[in-house]
């Protein structure tokens, strides 16, 4: 079960880099614009679609860790902005439920500051922040999932 949940993953997240690679830039593009934000819904669905087994699975490490999150927790896709648009995901944790529901994706900020560089990891309520997203409070990234390609 693990490892075609971890091959589905895989796959998936394969796809989305291959389909969503940036093209060359020239001048902005309302096409591409849509096309991000298409991508970005299409990978959200992606990652809802098999977040309930990653969210168990996290919770069930740390659990057999000893550092389980004392609150609610769920996973959500997370979409980065920086150096192109790229689509991966995050656990969230919160203490309010409703809060925790309420995020629907981590924006992932990235920024280079005298040679530091930074990713911000912001919950969100919205699936496609290139639209528009307000920040949820209360609530913070507990785990990052990353695929090996």
Do not use: C, W, Y
Request: hydrophobic content about 50%; charged content about 15%.
């Amino acid at each position: 079960m693990k490892r075609s949940l971890v091959r589905l993953v895989a796959i998936a997240l394969f796809s989305l880099t291959v389909f969503s690679s940036p093209l060359p830039a020239s001048a902005i593009d309302i096409g591409d614009i849509l096309k991000k934000g298409a991508i970005i819904v299409g990978g959200g669905a992606v990652v809802t679609a098999i977040a309930g087994p990653i969210n168990d699975f996290i919770n069930t490490v740390t659990l057999n860790k000893g550092a389980k999150f004392q609150g609610h927790t769920k996973v959500v896709p997370i979409v980065s902005f920086g150096s192109g648009t790229h689509i991966g995901a995050a656990q969230v944790g919160g203490q309010v439920k409703s809060a925790v529901e309420k995020t629907q994706a981590v924006a992932q900020l990235e920024a280079d500051f005298k040679g530091i560089r930074a990713k911000v990891l912001i919950p969100i309520d919205s699936i496609n922040p290139v639209k528009q997203f307000r920040r949820v409070q209360g609530v913070g990234v507990t785990a990052i999932i990353d695929v090996k390609l």
